[in-house]
């Protein structure tokens, strides 16, 4: 028999007031700056989509919108998971609660991998964007970058959703005005889209095999991911039966076009295959405009980075939150981890995503990329077996949005993932298999033998009807 988990009122609990629960304050505008925020469409075009350029080149738009499309089902299957499982748990309890406390502890190692990663990986990115008036060390910018992110994120949710979206106007905007400088100085057409072109090392013309952008579609996931995070605030959105689905899909609609438009202007737009694939966009903005309108494209970007790093820190410490009040540690761990501050956040996680972030900004990016993008791969992989199996039982009568085309579209999602996993990296398969391997033998060891006690995932009172 499978090992599922249902959360019970009688279930084992070591505080005397039972589990702490995160306050409703946000609807589904909010959350959906936040989740939007998260995302970061700006800061991703500006320091994750130039790596693509220069791997896959002119077929890099088309790489991001089969990724795209693909976070379709995605999408669908977290609105209705998030829906039927609305908790800051997010994937792992969704998991955990439909396919068993084992598979939802791997989709929590792997969503930890993420939320650990995705933040330095992106603050690192900030001195790039600073150079035209400040020039910084990147490693020590980012770490700066996550320690402010980290002071922002013990605030009040709503002071943050504020904040976040005044920072989201301005990256659209440099994100806008990249895309209209783009397309009004095109150097080819439509076409060339299509044309799997990249600049070789010897100054050539190289093609970019099919294999490439299915091993480049695990970066493309990632582009798109933060889409997810409006699941981890699910216990914090009003009304969440209905505002998780519009907020994950809104969200997912909102930042595809924020970003493939963009990239197509720049695809078209750069003056030839050496420039697209070298992937400085910051100087082709400069050639395109003047040096007033690329400083303040990349002041833009800068800001929007910071906005990314407070809203990750923001979902991430709710993920460790959770875990800790869901008994994933020994009882000392917890009590800690599971500690709320005077604004309503999880003081102690928030400073345990964000401190360890600003380590890993002095971590090889390209290890970092190649770690995450098989994180994210396995994590939606494991959450369409999920999704699989979220109508069997007493699950199939519980209110919560469904999805279309079911079971058609989980299922060829887990194919077309599975594939995906085949064609990384070996070193990065390896990095995140050891990981998982220690998270299993800690499961065997630790959590399954006290399963009566530990790894109950909590649902919030008015979630569970």
């Avoid at 249902?6 to 304050?25: D, F, I, W």
């Avoid at 410490?317 to 008994?327: C, E, G, H, M, P």
């Avoid at 058609?408 to 064609?423: C, D, E, R, W």
Wanted: aromatic share 6%; net charge neutral.
């Amino acid at each position: 028999m499978t090992d599922t988990l249902t959360p019970v009122e009688g279930a084992a609990v070591e505080a005397s007031n039972g589990p702490q629960q995160l306050k409703r304050s946000i609807g589904v505008v909010g959350g959906t700056l936040l989740t939007l925020s998260c995302v970061t469409p700006a800061s991703t075009l500006f320091v994750v989509v130039p790596d693509l350029f220069g791997s896959l080149g002119t077929a890099t738009a088309l790489t991001i919108a089969i990724g795209s499309l693909l976070c379709v089902a995605v999408a669908f299957c977290y609105s209705e998971l998030g829906t039927l499982i609305p908790s800051a748990g997010g994937e792992y309890a969704m998991v955990s609660t439909l396919a068993g406390r084992l598979a939802g502890w791997l989709v929590f190692v792997l969503s930890l991998l993420v939320v650990m990663v995705v933040p330095p990986v992106i603050a690192m990115g900030t001195a790039d964007y600073l150079a035209p008036i400040v020039h910084l060390d990147p490693a020590m910018t980012g770490a700066g970058v996550m320690l402010l992110a980290t002071l922002a994120g013990l605030l009040d949710l709503r002071a943050n959703a504020w904040i976040t979206g005044v920072f989201l106007v301005l990256e659209v905007i440099a994100a806008a005005v990249v895309a209209v400088l783009g397309f009004a100085h095109a150097e080819r057409g439509p076409a060339d889209l299509v044309s799997m072109k990249v600049a070789g090392a010897d100054g050539g013309t190289d093609t970019v095999t099919a294999l490439l952008v299915v091993s480049g579609l695990a970066i493309a996931l990632f582009v798109t991911q933060g889409f997810s995070t409006a699941v981890y605030l699910s216990e914090e959105l009003e009304n969440p039966r209905r505002n998780v689905a519009r907020t994950v899909l809104a969200t997912l609609g909102i930042s595809a076009v924020i970003i493939l438009v963009p990239v197509v202007a720049i695809t078209l737009g750069a003056s030839d295959l050496q420039e697209l694939t070298g992937g400085d966009l910051s100087a082709m903005v400069t050639a395109w405009s003047n040096t007033a309108v690329g400083t303040f494209v990349s002041l833009c970007v800068a800001l929007a980075i910071i906005n990314a790093g407070i809203v990750m820190v923001i979902q991430n410490s709710r993920v460790l939150f959770a875990s800790a009040r869901d008994k994933a540690w020994p009882r000392p761990v917890n009590d800690v981890l599971a500690k709320l501050g005077r604004f309503g956040s999880p003081w102690v996680a928030t400073l345990a995503v964000g401190v360890p972030g600003a380590a890993l900004c002095f971590v090889n990016l390209d290890t970092l990329y190649g770690v995450t993008g098989v994180s994210v791969t396995g994590m939606y992989l494991l959450v369409a077996v999920a999704a699989l199996l979220a109508r069997r039982g007493a699950h199939r009568h519980t209110r919560a949005w469904r999805m279309p085309l079911w079971p058609a579209m989980p299922v060829l999602l887990i194919a077309v993932l599975g594939y995906i996993l085949t064609q990384q990296e070996t070193a990065h398969l390896l990095w995140t298999g050891g990981i998982t391997a220690v998270a299993t033998l800690y499961w065997a060891l630790y959590l399954r033998p006290r399963r009566e006690s530990r790894w109950l995932v909590t649902l919030p009172e008015d979630a569970r009807t």
